[in-house]
């Protein structure tokens, strides 16, 4: 079963999220922050693909991003930024470290087509916007 990681502090967001994808057949673990995200991470938590907020209480996404990326075990993880913040916003990480960017407010059906997307086996690292 694909395991999907939702950091997201914006608890109705976070919920609509994990009820949708759970419904849909991912199996879905909700950090409320960055730092309490990267805590599930070091404790072996290998997802296989990660929704991230950009703007969380704590650590920044972009701070997130930024050291999944600089971690050999979870580099490889897709990243998809979840944000109301612009791509050109200085709040994004590089183009590089990120795979997709979902725009807030956003339909799951298009959360959900990315998701498919990026834990596709034959998925070739591009990014994605929708």
């Not at 990480?93 to 407010?105: C, E, F, L, N, V």
Request: hydrophobic share 50%; net charge negative.
């Amino acid at each position: 079963m694909v395991k999907v990681l939702i950091m997201e502090d914006e608890i109705n967001i976070a919920f609509v999220l994990k009820t949708f994808l759970t419904e849909v057949g991912y199996d879905v673990i909700v950090a409320e922050d960055g730092i309490k995200g990267l805590k599930l991470l070091q404790t072996g938590l290998l997802p296989d693909i990660i929704l991230l907020d950009l703007n969380m209480p704590g650590m920044s996404g972009r701070a997130v991003a930024e050291r999944l990326y600089l971690d050999d075990r979870l580099a490889k993880v897709p990243v998809v930024i979840v944000s109301g913040s612009s791509p050109a916003s200085l709040d994004f990480p590089s183009k590089d470290i990120y795979d997709a960017y979902i725009a807030k407010p956003f339909e799951l059906s298009d959360v959900l087509e990315i998701v498919q997307k990026l834990t596709d086996f034959n998925h070739q690292k591009g990014i994605v916007h929708l």
